[in-house]
């Protein structure tokens, strides 16, 4: 069966088809509990049957990008109610193409049919919502106040006296319900003789409950369905009136047509009349607010809801072009040297109309100065407007940034990074921007890229982030380097270890020898990221870097650092800059050069697979051609190899509380906080800095590890897994915690308590993988290691006695004068700082501005150090002897800062000052390595020995 | 010499240029600082983007290109529009910018400002201007050459003027202000080699700008001994005509003297300056051997590990560079040129980035601010010191709110004591000179 099944695969190249019950087991020993517990849900949710939630997705051109919350945030933002199974999930499709769909069962009829009318309900929603601010508004002042906090109460469940107000008049009221019609498709099909989509999709029961008759009537509610979106939202009123849905106004008539029109799960505003007839109305809020809308970033990436975004920008001029050099003199038409452009407001506009100073500029500026442009400024309504050149063959790529967003010495670092992302993606400049079918991409691309650079705390809701650190945003993520977490050796061997696992592509079902045939795709490597953290890296440099570049302008790490992502399956073919740069030409012609016979050099193509799970996010290369078989066409994402990674992912998840427990230390090297430095903190600043780190290590201890958490989704995977065993009608709910929670009693016999919280994984392996063939790869822990556990345990006493005894200080001297500090390896692609939360411990009125002036420096040192690289390699290929010297080569260079406490009142004394310094360092011996330090003044440092010490820790 | 080969330093002294055009017709008057000049095409496409922009409502102010080549625009009074062009990273923005600010305050001081707005005649305005080529082209080669008259004047980059300091200047000063009274003005400087010696309170009271150019002008050319040139003070007074008359004293020192129709040079040469500078020369003779040396006092005790310092009054916007005795043995000796370069480039890095110009906003734009980044605009924090340590030499500079220092020193002294070095460096200057 198997044979069979794989065989259908390589033709279909999609389908995840494969039954893993009636493989044979290659492993030994099989054990009920180890099998329930190694097979993953992943797996026998997507078998036979069911396919994967994300596969409608696919794009034509075999792209993934699918994303989607995870029931815990959703919780969040409904804030209410415990979990129940019901909590929808929510994603939502990246792209209107239409997808491949492989036709199986009649259960994705419903989801096809309202696929092909999506688009159309789109384009009315955007319609209407275009008029929806200033009708809102009218509605607010003739109707006395449509407040966004309602009063929760239901008629059927009101407790508790309120001192009510009767409202005569017809009052508006806006909700936001989760709505998510796959569920459909598994509970029962939706009928309309039982109210339809209505009750089957909201949980609202018209009158009478006989259907809807098609005269246009007003939908008065008269009833809720228990658990359903609307009961839950308990905003929802009975004798309410549903007036529109998402600014379309509903009737009897309309509203099963326009909530076919949802295809996926998907947020819906609902526009309701209530108290018509004296309804009692709170004059208090007894609640929280029930809704919150979905983060920014989130909406962004789905791609949706951008107009309100770009509005918020638009009066800040920015631009992307792409420009032809070449003009066709025969037939002139308008603006026809744009080959794309974005984005289309009034600023936009203005700086499209001086092209042409970019255009000849471009032609002439080498005949003048001897060099390509690199950038240009220019005053455009009384806001200076820094522009970027990028030219590739006969066109030119134009990047306008206002310079209060980016300074002009940081530009070329943004335009490097963003072409380079460009040619990851596809290929090449051209291919970006020429092929027409990108334009919507790349509309979304640059959206996301604008709205990163220019308020990139509209992006990130977390409390913690400071806001407006523009500069430590444009430092952090242009550095050629991710982000690193150190974890403790143990962890980080283990962590190491499930990854090398996962690459050694040692899966029963996918080794050659098994079905005889070549594998789909060589893995070159992977790393992952937790919480945006990048914690184990098996890419080379340059590789990382690209995957990397791609995430960022993503911003998928963070995203994974603020939310819980349900499901994060990222699939796309990518043009990795080290491999494709000698070969562009192959990698981008491959439809033709493969179809010539005879001896072709390398014809391997590049995959790029990202899966996110929670807070991890693992990215892996996948290599097609070159040993494994050649990719033809475009190939969607392989089940496969997605389940695989999901796998790996939910193995880790037992690593999840010890990470967790790593990011809630206290920062090593421990850290100061600059207002403890000022007395005008009002806070014994002895007492703080005395204190504050045996808190923090106090704080850490106490913590419990929370057994709960710890192995709980593997355990609930696991049981989600055993009972997928029988077709669960419950699919879609997918990775909800419910039905594992409900069934841990079952196989919970081994619940870890915190000691042996790490041996899940160990004590997965050695049971051995069994009845799942294969699937939990962990051949080198097939035998019980007596001494895995052991030195384990070792390791972390050790640790935690190492933690309790001395915190690792940096600083000479008594008190610790560290406030921050970068350490980028260059090497290794990598950088340590502290961390987010480290960071958000040390809050205080001072910090956060000398975070952010720290950043802003680093911009300055950073490019001293770039400028002095010489010489520099110039990246048209073409290196001429430099005339001049400059400054020569900065290895180290500082700048102390003076800071005074702001609002001082007291006339009399002088503002108490506190210096600091900022110092970055360039070591090109033994590693090349730039160092960025910003400590107090009190202390005269050698900033060489704190690098030491510093790199020293890193361990890698 | 350390310093770059002559080929090289060839290219390196023609590498900026300079063009002037009308603003509203694009006619070119001049174009000074290379020996070839660009065609007539380039010349009109660099005239007419910008005039593209401004119907756009778009000011181009700078463009940079590879291997830290630049050009930049801007328009003064709406009537002539200066183009500087460099392909040379080591001229800075602020450097170019200064240069068209520099280049059209010569021309509001030799034809006055009423000259250059109201533009009537194309053709003779460009006759005219052609009196400005000797003061605009020394202005050029400020920075790019290695004359040594001119070495180490930072006057025309920082804006504050160049000066010498003298240890018995009390004696110069009576007589420079007996000097003047009896030249009937209030205004009167003693330049030696290109600094100002002293200078009376009217003279000090002069705009920066002014005080550097007028300084400039005062640098007779080789065979002259006297000058008597109208001027217009680009700030002071940029349409009515003032008369500067220089006199040669001894080689090297020039009195200067501001004045009205009244006193002729004839007078002022025969009667006046013998009779007040006579008395005085061998004092001037000691003062130009100092000044040989050091525009410092030699009361002044620098270390020997200074290369080359640049001292800044906030307040009174005048400086004094000097270079250090630099008797290192460690490491291999900067030549001189290369010291100054380095100091000049260290200046400008500093200057850009970290401590923000403090100048008056100019009177006559003041969107003219807007044409280019203060980087140090997005610190929260005011930076006071900084530090750059590279192959050849450490760096490091003090802003205090009346001074600010900039120092050079060998690579010998330990980068933890770059510190203490440049504030007593800083003291020391300042409590020995009352700079």
Same mark, same amino acid.
């Given at each position: 069966?198997?044979?069979?099944?794989?065989?259908?695969?390589?033709?279909?190249?999609?389908?995840?088809?494969?039954?893993?019950?009636?493989?044979?087991?290659?492993?030994?020993?099989?054990?009920?509990? +180890?099998? =329930?517990?190694?097979?993953?849900?992943?797996?026998?949710?997507?078998s036979?049957?069911l396919?994967?939630?994300?596969?409608?997705?696919?794009q034509?051109?075999?792209?993934l990008?699918y994303?989607?919350?995870?029931?815990?945030?959703?919780e969040?933002?409904?804030?209410?109610?415990?979990?129940t199974?019901?909590?929808?999930?929510?994603?939502?499709?990246?792209?209107e193409k239409e997808?491949?769909?492989?036709?199986?069962?009649?259960s994705?009829?419903?989801?096809?049919?309202?696929?092909?009318?999506?688009?159309?309900?789109?384009?009315?929603?955007?319609?209407?919502?275009?008029?929806?601010?200033?009708?809102?508004?009218s509605?607010?002042?003739?109707?006395?106040?449509?407040?966004?906090?309602?009063?929760?109460?239901?008629?059927?469940?009101?407790?508790?006296?309120?001192?009510?107000?009767?409202?005569q008049?017809?009052?508006?009221?806006?909700?936001?319900?989760?709505?998510?019609?796959?569920?459909?498709?598994?509970?029962?099909?939706?009928?309309?003789?039982?109210? !339809?989509?209505?009750?089957?999709?909201?949980?609202?029961?018209?009158?009478?409950?006989?259907?809807?008759?098609?005269n246009?009537?007003?939908?008065?509610?008269?009833?809720?369905?228990?658990?359903?979106?609307?009961?839950?939202?308990?905003?929802?009123?009975?004798?309410?009136?549903?007036?529109?849905?998402?600014?379309?106004?509903v009737?009897?008539e309309?509203?099963?047509?326009?909530l +076919?029109?949802?295809?996926?799960?998907?947020q819906?505003?609902l526009?309701?009349?209530t108290?018509?007839?004296?309804?009692?109305?709170?004059?208090?809020?007894?609640?929280?607010r029930?809704?919150?809308?979905?983060?920014?970033?989130?909406?962004?990436?789905?791609?949706?809801?951008?107009?309100?975004?770009?509005?918020?920008?638009?009066?800040i001029?920015?631009?992307?072009?792409?420009?032809?050099?070449?003009?066709?003199?025969?037939?002139?038409?308008?603006?026809?040297?744009?080959?794309?452009?974005?984005?289309?407001?009034?600023?936009?506009?203005?700086?499209?109309g001086?092209?042409?100073?970019?255009?000849?500029?471009?032609?002439?500026?080498?005949?003048?100065?001897?060099?390509?442009?690199?950038s +240009?400024?220019?005053?455009?309504?009384?806001?200076l407007?820094?522009?970027?050149?990028?030219?590739?063959?006969?066109?030119?790529l134009?990047i306008?940034?206002p310079?209060?967003?980016?300074?002009?010495?940081?530009?070329?670092?943004?335009?490097?990074?963003?072409?380079?992302t460009?040619r990851?993606?596809?290929?090449?400049?051209?291919?970006a921007?020429?092929?027409?079918?990108?334009?919507?991409?790349?509309?979304?691309?640059?959206?996301?890229?604008?709205q990163?650079?220019?308020?990139?705390?509209?992006l990130?809701d977390?409390?913690g982030?400071?806001?407006?650190?523009i500069?430590?945003?444009?430092?952090?993520?242009?550095?050629p380097?991710m982000?690193?977490?150190?974890?403790?050796p143990?962890?980080?061997?283990?962590v190491?270890?499930?990854?090398?696992?996962?690459?050694?592509?040692?899966?029963?079902?996918?080794?050659?020898?098994f079905?005889?045939m070549?594998?789909?795709?060589?893995?070159?490597?992977?790393c992952?990221?937790?919480? !945006?953290?990048?914690?184990?890296?098996?890419?080379?440099?340059?590789?990382?870097?690209?995957?990397?570049?791609?995430?960022?302008?993503?911003?998928l790490?963070?995203?994974?650092?603020?939310?819980?992502?349900?499901?994060?399956?990222?699939?796309?073919?990518?043009?990795l800059?080290?491999? *494709?740069q000698?070969?562009?030409?192959?990698?981008?012609?491959?439809?033709?050069?493969?179809?010539?016979?005879?001896?072709c050099?390398?014809?391997?193509?590049?995959?790029?697979?990202?899966?996110?799970?929670?807070?991890?996010?693992?990215?892996?290369l996948?290599?097609?051609?070159?040993?494994?078989?050649?990719?033809?066409?475009?190939?969607g994402?392989?089940?496969?190899?997605v389940?695989?990674?999901?796998?790996?992912?939910l &193995?880790?998840e037992?690593?999840?509380?010890?990470?967790?427990?790593?990011?809630?230390?206290?920062?090593?090297?421990?850290l100061?906080?600059?207002?403890?430095?000022?007395? *005008?903190?009002?806070?014994d600043r002895?007492?703080?800095?005395?204190?504050?780190?045996?808190?923090?290590?106090?704080?850490?201890?106490?913590?419990?590890?929370?057994?709960?958490?710890?192995?709980?989704?593997?355990?609930r995977?696991?049981?989600?897994?055993?009972?997928?065993?029988?077709?669960?009608?419950?699919r879609?709910?997918?990775?909800?915690?419910?039905?594992?929670?409900?069934?841990?009693?079952?196989?919970?016999?081994?619940?870890?308590?915190?000691?042996?919280?790490?041996?899940?994984?160990?004590?997965?392996?050695?049971d !051995?993988?069994g009845?799942?063939? !294969?699937?939990?790869?962990?051949?080198?822990l097939?035998?019980?290691?007596?001494?895995?556990?052991?030195?384990?345990?070792k390791?972390l006493?050790?640790?935690?006695?190492?933690?309790?005894?001395?915190?690792?200080?940096?600083?000479?001297?008594?008190?610790?004068?560290?406030?921050?500090?970068?350490?980028?390896?260059?090497? &290794?692609?990598?950088?340590?700082?502290?961390?987010?939360?480290?960071?958000?411990?040390?809050?205080?009125?001072i910090?956060?501005?000398?975070?952010?002036?720290?950043?802003?420096?680093?911009?300055?040192?950073?490019h001293?150090?770039?400028?002095?690289?010489?010489?520099?390699?110039?990246?048209r290929?073409?290196?001429?002897p430099?005339?001049?010297?400059g400054l020569?080569?900065v290895?180290e260079?500082g700048?102390?800062?003076?800071?005074?406490?702001?609002?001082?009142?007291?006339?009399?004394?002088?503002?108490?000052?506190?210096?600091?310094?900022?110092?970055?360092?360039?070591?090109?011996?033994?590693?090349?390595?730039?160092?960025?330090?910003?400590?107090h003044d009190?202390?005269?440092?050698?900033?060489?020995?704190?690098?030491?010490r510093l790199?020293?820790?890193?361990a890698? | 010499?350390?310093?770059?080969?002559s080929?090289l330093?060839?290219l390196?002294?023609?590498?900026?240029?300079?063009?002037?055009?009308?603003?509203?017709?694009?006619?070119?008057?001049?174009?000074?600082?290379?020996?070839?000049?660009?065609?007539?095409?380039?010349?009109?496409?660099?005239?007419?983007?910008?005039?593209?922009?401004?119907?756009?409502d778009?000011?181009?102010?700078?463009?940079?290109?590879?291997r830290?080549?630049?050009?930049?625009?801007?328009?003064?009074?709406?009537?002539l529009?200066?183009?500087?062009?460099s392909s040379?990273?080591?001229?800075?923005?602020?450097?170019?910018?200064?240069?068209?600010?520099?280049?059209?305050?010569?021309?509001?001081?030799?034809?006055?400002?009423?000259?250059?707005a109201?533009?009537?005649?194309?053709?003779?305005?460009?006759?005219?201007?052609?009196?400005?080529?000797?003061?605009?082209?020394?202005?050029?080669?400020?920075?790019?050459?290695?004359?040594?008259?001119?070495?180490?004047?930072?006057?025309d980059?920082?804006?504050?003027?160049?000066?010498?300091?003298?240890?018995?200047?009390?004696?110069?000063?009576?007589?420079?202000d007996?000097f003047?009274?009896?030249?009937?003005?209030?205004?009167?400087?003693?330049?030696?080699?290109?600094?100002?010696?002293? =200078?009376?309170?009217?003279?000090?009271?002069?705009?920066?700008?002014?005080?550097?150019?007028?300084?400039?002008?005062?640098?007779?050319?080789?065979g002259?001994?006297?000058?008597?040139?109208p001027?217009?003070?680009?700030?002071?007074?940029?349409?009515?005509?003032?008369?500067?008359?220089?006199?040669?004293?001894?080689p090297?020192?020039?009195?200067?003297?501001?004045?009205?129709?009244?006193?002729?040079?004839?007078?002022?040469?025969?009667?006046?300056?013998?009779?007040?500078?006579?008395?005085?020369?061998?004092?001037?003779?000691?003062?130009?051997?100092?000044?040989?040396r050091?525009?410092?006092?030699?009361?002044?005790?620098?270390?020997?590990?200074?290369?080359?310092?640049?001292?800044?009054?906030?307040?009174?916007?005048?400086?004094?560079?000097?270079?250090?005795h630099?008797c290192?043995?460690?490491?291999?000796?900067?030549?001189?040129?290369?010291?100054?370069?380095?100091?000049?480039?260290?200046?400008?890095?500093?200057?850009?980035r970290?401590f923000?110009?403090?100048?008056?906003? *100019?009177?006559?734009?003041?969107t003219?601010?807007?044409?280019?980044?203060?980087?140090?605009?997005?610190?929260?924090?005011?930076?006071?010191?900084?530090?750059?340590?590279?192959?050849?030499?450490?760096?490091?500079a003090?802003?205090?709110?009346?001074?600010?220092?900039?120092?050079?020193?060998d690579?010998?002294?330990?980068?933890?004591?770059?510190?203490?070095?440049?504030?007593?460096?800083?003291?020391?200057?300042?409590?020995?000179?009352?700079?």
């Amino acid at each position: 069966m198997a044979y069979r099944e794989i065989g259908a695969r390589f033709e279909k190249n999609s389908a995840c088809i494969l039954n893993e019950k009636d493989e044979e087991n290659d492993v030994a020993e099989v054990s009920d509990g +180890s099998d =329930a517990e190694s097979s993953s849900s992943s797996y026998s949710e997507y078998s036979d049957e069911l396919e994967p939630e994300w596969l409608d997705d696919v794009q034509k051109n075999g792209e993934l990008f699918y994303l989607e919350l995870s029931e815990g945030e959703e919780e969040a933002v409904l804030s209410h109610i415990t979990a129940t199974q019901s909590a929808a999930t929510n994603h939502v499709r990246f792209s209107e193409k239409e997808a491949e769909i492989i036709t199986d069962k009649g259960s994705k009829k419903h989801a096809d049919s309202s696929r092909k009318s999506q688009p159309k309900f789109k384009k009315l929603a955007k319609i209407l919502g275009r008029n929806r601010h200033p009708s809102q508004r009218s509605r607010a002042d003739g109707k006395n106040g449509r407040t966004s906090q309602q009063p929760a109460s239901i008629l059927k469940n009101q407790s508790g006296q309120r001192t009510g107000l009767v409202v005569q008049q017809p009052y508006l009221k806006d909700v936001c319900v989760y709505i998510n019609p796959k569920r459909l498709g598994s509970i029962s099909p939706p009928t309309s003789e039982k109210g !339809g989509l209505l009750e089957a999709l909201l949980g609202v029961v018209l009158r009478g409950g006989d259907g809807l008759s098609c005269n246009g009537e007003r939908l008065v509610i008269h009833g809720l369905v228990p658990h359903s979106p609307a009961s839950k939202c308990a905003q929802i009123l009975i004798g309410d009136v549903l007036v529109a849905v998402d600014d379309v106004d509903v009737t009897s008539e309309n509203i099963e047509r326009v909530l +076919s029109c949802i295809s996926g799960p998907t947020q819906v505003h609902l526009t309701l009349e209530t108290g018509i007839a004296g309804t009692v109305m709170d004059s208090e809020v007894p609640r929280p607010r029930p809704t919150a809308p979905v983060s920014q970033l989130v909406r962004l990436l789905w791609g949706e809801d951008t107009t309100e975004l770009q509005m918020s920008v638009a009066h800040i001029p920015h631009i992307i072009m792409y420009l032809s050099l070449k003009l066709d003199s025969e037939s002139p038409q308008e603006e026809q040297e744009i080959l794309y452009q974005y984005p289309v407001s009034e600023a936009a506009a203005q700086l499209k109309g001086v092209r042409g100073i970019f255009l000849t500029l471009c032609d002439m500026l080498e005949n003048v100065t001897g060099g390509q442009i690199v950038s +240009s400024s220019l005053l455009l309504r009384k806001q200076l407007v820094h522009v970027g050149y990028w030219k590739e063959g006969e066109n030119l790529l134009v990047i306008g940034l206002p310079s209060d967003r980016v300074p002009l010495l940081h530009l070329q670092t943004v335009i490097n990074g963003l072409v380079r992302t460009l040619r990851v993606m596809y290929g090449s400049l051209h291919s970006a921007f020429c092929e027409v079918e990108n334009a919507p991409r790349l509309d979304h691309f640059f959206c996301l890229f604008f709205q990163r650079l220019i308020q990139p705390s509209r992006l990130s809701d977390s409390p913690g982030s400071s806001p407006s650190n523009i500069s430590g945003t444009l430092f952090l993520d242009d550095l050629p380097a991710m982000r690193w977490l150190t974890l403790p050796p143990d962890i980080k061997v283990e962590v190491d270890t499930v990854l090398s696992d996962f690459e050694s592509s040692d899966f029963g079902d996918m080794s050659e020898d098994f079905y005889g045939m070549r594998r789909l795709y060589v893995i070159l490597g992977s790393c992952l990221f937790y919480k !945006g953290y990048l914690i184990a890296n098996h890419l080379p440099k340059e590789d990382l870097l690209d995957v990397c570049l791609y995430c960022q302008h993503y911003c998928l790490l963070c995203l994974g650092a603020e939310q819980r992502v349900g499901q994060l399956v990222v699939w796309r073919e990518v043009f990795l800059q080290r491999r *494709s740069q000698p070969e562009s030409r192959t990698s981008t012609s491959t439809s033709t050069s493969t179809s010539q016979p005879g001896y072709c050099e390398s014809h391997s193509r590049f995959f790029l697979l990202v899966v996110g799970l929670r807070h991890y996010m693992q990215c892996v290369l996948l290599e097609a051609g070159g040993c494994a078989s050649l990719a033809l066409g475009s190939p969607g994402p392989d089940c496969i190899y997605v389940d695989q990674v999901k796998a790996t992912l939910l &193995q880790l998840e037992s690593l999840e509380s010890a990470i967790e427990e790593r990011l809630s230390a206290p920062p090593t090297p421990s850290l100061s906080c600059a207002d403890w430095f000022l007395p *005008s903190g009002g806070r014994d600043r002895q007492d703080m800095i005395g204190s504050s780190p045996i808190l923090n290590r106090l704080t850490a201890a106490i913590k419990p590890p929370s057994p709960g958490t710890i192995g709980r989704s593997l355990f609930r995977e696991a049981g989600s897994g055993l009972k997928g065993r029988k077709p669960s009608p419950q699919r879609s709910v997918s990775d909800s915690g419910s039905e594992g929670r409900s069934e841990q009693g079952d196989f919970g016999l081994r619940m870890p308590s915190a000691g042996t919280r790490r041996d899940s994984l160990g004590s997965g392996g050695s049971d !051995g993988s069994g009845g799942s063939g !294969g699937l939990f790869k962990i051949p080198k822990l097939k035998q019980p290691n007596p001494f895995y556990l052991g030195s384990l345990k070792k390791s972390l006493t050790e640790r935690e006695a190492e933690e309790m005894q001395n915190t690792l200080k940096l600083t000479a001297g008594l008190e610790n004068t560290l406030f921050h500090y970068i350490l980028m390896e260059t090497v &290794q692609g990598i950088f340590i700082t502290p961390t987010h939360r480290e960071q958000s411990q040390l809050s205080g009125s001072i910090h956060p501005q000398l975070i952010r002036n720290f950043h802003h420096c680093c911009l300055s040192i950073r490019h001293a150090f770039q400028q002095s690289l010489l010489p520099r390699q110039d990246r048209r290929g073409t290196d001429r002897p430099h005339t001049s010297r400059g400054l020569g080569p900065v290895k180290e260079h500082g700048i102390l800062f003076q800071c005074k406490p702001e609002n001082w009142t007291d006339q009399k004394k002088p503002a108490p000052t506190m210096t600091y310094w900022v110092i970055g360092r360039m070591v090109l011996e033994p590693v090349p390595q730039e160092f960025y330090v910003c400590f107090h003044d009190s202390i005269s440092e050698v900033p060489v020995e704190m690098a030491f010490r510093l790199s020293f820790g890193l361990a890698m | 010499m350390f310093s770059i080969p002559s080929s090289l330093g060839m290219l390196h002294s023609q590498s900026v240029q300079l063009l002037c055009l009308t603003a509203s017709s694009g006619v070119p008057l001049f174009c000074r600082g290379s020996t070839k000049q660009l065609p007539f095409s380039i010349i009109g496409s660099l005239n007419g983007v910008h005039m593209f922009g401004t119907g756009h409502d778009a000011a181009l102010s700078c463009c940079e290109t590879e291997r830290g080549g630049r050009v930049l625009w801007r328009v003064f009074h709406d009537s002539l529009m200066l183009i500087g062009i460099s392909s040379n990273a080591d001229v800075s923005e602020l450097h170019l910018r200064r240069l068209l600010e520099n280049a059209w305050n010569c021309m509001v001081l030799v034809l006055g400002l009423d000259e250059l707005a109201n533009t009537r005649n194309v053709e003779r305005l460009k006759r005219e201007l052609r009196s400005c080529y000797r003061l605009i082209d020394m202005l050029l080669e400020r920075g790019m050459d290695d004359r040594d008259g001119d070495r180490g004047l930072m006057g025309d980059l920082t804006h504050c003027a160049d000066c010498i300091l003298f240890p018995q200047a009390d004696l110069l000063q009576e007589t420079l202000d007996a000097f003047t009274r009896a030249a009937e003005s209030e205004f009167g400087c003693l330049l030696v080699r290109g600094r100002l010696a002293v =200078a009376t309170e009217k003279w000090w009271r002069l705009a920066p700008q002014e005080l550097v150019l007028l300084s400039a002008l005062a640098n007779l050319p080789p065979g002259k001994t006297s000058c008597d040139c109208p001027v217009f003070l680009p700030q002071g007074s940029p349409n009515v005509a003032l008369r500067l008359l220089c006199f040669q004293l001894l080689p090297g020192a020039i009195a200067c003297v501001l004045c009205g129709p009244r006193p002729s040079l004839y007078h002022v040469e025969n009667e006046q300056v013998c009779r007040f500078w006579s008395p005085v020369v061998e004092n001037l003779r000691s003062c130009l051997d100092q000044a040989k040396r050091s525009a410092l006092s030699p009361s002044v005790g620098l270390r020997r590990d200074v290369l080359a310092l640049l001292l800044i009054n906030r307040e009174s916007r005048r400086s004094v560079e000097s270079l250090g005795h630099a008797c290192s043995k460690a490491t291999p000796l900067l030549s001189p040129a290369r010291r100054w370069e380095l100091l000049r480039l260290f200046y400008t890095f500093a200057a850009t980035r970290y401590f923000s110009s403090e100048e008056s906003p *100019s009177s006559e734009r003041p969107t003219a601010e807007l044409l280019h980044e203060e980087f140090s605009a997005g610190f929260t924090h005011l930076p006071v010191h900084c530090y750059l340590v590279t192959d050849e030499c450490k760096c490091y500079a003090v802003q205090t709110p009346q001074h600010q220092l900039f120092l050079l020193t060998d690579l010998s002294v330990p980068t933890f004591a770059l510190r203490s070095v440049a504030t007593h460096t800083l003291d020391a200057v300042t409590t020995a000179t009352g700079f």
